[in-house]
T-cell receptor, first 113, second 121 residues
Framework: KQEVTQIPAALSVPEGENLVLNCSFT??????LQWFRQDPGKGLTSLLL?????REQTSGRLNASLDKSSGRSTLYIAASQPGDSATYLC????????????FGEGTQLTVNP | EAGVAQSPRYKIIEKRQSVAFWCNPI?????LYWYQQILGQGPKLLIQ????????DSQLPKDRFSAERLKGVDSTLKIQPAKLEDSAVYLC???????????????????FGAGSRLTVL
């Protein structure tokens, strides 16, 4: 059974700083890993999806990497902005579950102007 | 394209009452999911449908929760009777494909609705 852990639970940084959010998973036979953003009172917005055959995906200032052997994924945010403040969730699907995702608890990010 | 629609957005009920949530996925999406998100936690899958068939309902408390997806499009999630611990946001999501096979890039991307926030008093 896939288990997903995110560290840290909360992070506060000044505007402009580059930052890394961490995600670890227990089942190395991961099918895909997705990063989501959740704003208060809102649903989840998909940011990046990394298939098991890939090592990273990039979208604008975001870069996500996947290391199956170590059971880790990172989300790198470059030149952070106050608008990046949100909770970031990673979720993994195992080989047996496909797109059925197991979520981490999330990292609550605050970017201070 | 229109997103995933959910209603109601908010619902307050007393324990032992019943409640129903409705979801309309993105047109053409075969797979539909219901997740429960308790405050401060990540979403937990309750049930997954592929068209109108149940793929996984192993974490659905079947003594009080039920869900259906008639005609493979809309879905309803019902709780009867509700307990205090059912207070949460109920998120509906859909994806083009939920399988493991050779799918086009992005077919597994989940699109979430805004959620239905339930408060049980």
């Amino acid at each position: 059974k896939q288990e997903v852990t995110q560290i840290p639970a909360a992070l506060s940084v000044p505007e402009g700083e580059n930052l890394v959010l961490n995600c670890s998973f227990t089942d190395s036979a991961i099918y895909n890993l997705q990063w989501f953003r959740q704003d208060p009172g809102k649903g989840l917005t998909s940011l990046l999806l990394i298939q098991s055959s890939q090592r990273e995906q990039t979208s604008g200032r975001l870069n996500a990497s996947l290391d199956k052997s170590s059971g880790r994924s990172t989300l790198y945010i470059a030149a952070s902005q106050p608008g990046d403040s949100a909770t970031y969730l990673c979720a993994g699907g195992s080989e047996t579950s496909g797109s059925r995702l197991t979520f981490g608890e999330g990292t609550q990010l605050t970017v201070n102007p | 394209e229109a997103g995933v629609a959910q209603s109601p957005r908010y619902k307050i009920i007393e324990k032992r009452q019943s409640v129903a949530f409705w979801c309309n996925p993105i047109s053409g999406h075969a797979t539909l999911y219901w997740y429960q998100q308790i405050l401060g936690q990540g979403p937990k899958l309750l049930i997954q449908f592929q068209n109108n068939g149940v793929v996984d309902d192993s974490q659905l408390p079947k003594d009080r929760f039920s869900a259906e997806r008639l005609k493979g499009v809309d879905s309803t999630l019902k709780i009867q009777p509700a307990k205090l611990e059912d207070s949460a946001v109920y998120l509906c999501a859909s994806s083009l494909d939920g399988g493991r096979g050779q799918v086009p890039s992005g077919a597994n991307v989940l699109t979430f609705g805004a959620g239905s926030r339930l408060t049980v008093l």
